[in-house]
């Protein structure tokens, strides 16, 4: 079975402040691990995607993530958050099959 | 970059009655998905379709659901009788290949059920 964690429900940043959004995955499997953001009002975005190959991950708008099997994780994070990257991110998991399970979602805050 | 359109954005009804979701998938991907947010929850899978049929659904995914895609472009989820709780953001998604690719979604339909 399969199953990701999103340890924080809400972070809050200040613009120009890294920021790092927490994400633990179990899977039976090597798994496809992904980010997507949510921005209000809209449909869910991919940032970044590992599949196996590097296990340092960059996507778009700065953002990047690093796969480490030994801890299960999946880390998002971003160097300095800019006041358009508050929105909900979702950590997202497939270890085979066509059912891709999400995190719960973490909503980013960033304050000027 | 090319997009998955969902119509409508956001659709009321009454209990009981018969809901058609509708999605044009991004035209030469092969795979389609429905996934469902209720409010405050997490994102759900209900069903992904490929070559005509169902390749996987959820145990959400019950009788009271069907999907079809009717005409080569559209991807339609309906719901026969709606229920209070069918009430979310329904999401349509479509891939190139299986979920291990890149998934593209739509914005999504609001439904809500009175």
């Known amino acids: 079975a399969q199953s990701v964690t999103q340890l924080d429900s809400h972070v809050s940043v200040s613009e120009g402040t890294p920021v790092l959004l927490r994400c633990n995955y179990s899977?039976?499997?090597?798994?496809?691990l992904f980010w997507y953001v949510q921005h209000p009002n809209k449909g869910l975005q991919l940032l970044l995607k590992?599949?196996?190959?590097?296990?340092l991950v960059k996507g778009i708008n700065g953002f990047e993530a690093e796969f480490k099997k030994s801890e299960t994780s999946f880390h998002l994070t971003k160097p300095s958050a800019h006041m358009s990257d508050a929105a909900e991110y979702f950590c997202v998991v497939n270890a085979g099959g066509f059912k891709t399970i999400f995190g719960a979602g973490t909503r980013l805050f960033v304050k000027a | 970059e090319p997009e998955v359109t969902q119509t409508p954005s956001h659709q009321v009804t009454q209990m009981g009655q018969e809901v058609i979701l509708r999605c044009v998938p991004i035209s030469n991907h092969l795979y389609f998905y429905w996934y469902r947010q209720i409010l405050g929850q997490k994102v759900e899978f209900l069903v992904s379709f490929y070559n005509n049929e169902i390749s996987e659904k959820s145990e959400i995914f019950d009788d009271q659901f069907s999907v079809e895609r009717p005409d080569g472009s559209n991807f339609t989820l309906k719901i026969r009788s709606t229920k209070l709780e069918d009430s979310a953001m329904y999401f349509c998604?479509?891939?190139?290949?299986?979920?291990?690719?890149?998934?593209?979604f739509g914005s999504g339909t609001q439904l809500s059920v009175l």
């Open positions: 899977s039976s499997y090597s798994p496809s």
């Open positions: 998604a479509s891939s190139e290949g299986t979920a291990n690719e890149k998934l593209f």
């Open positions: 590992y599949t196996s190959a590097a296990t």
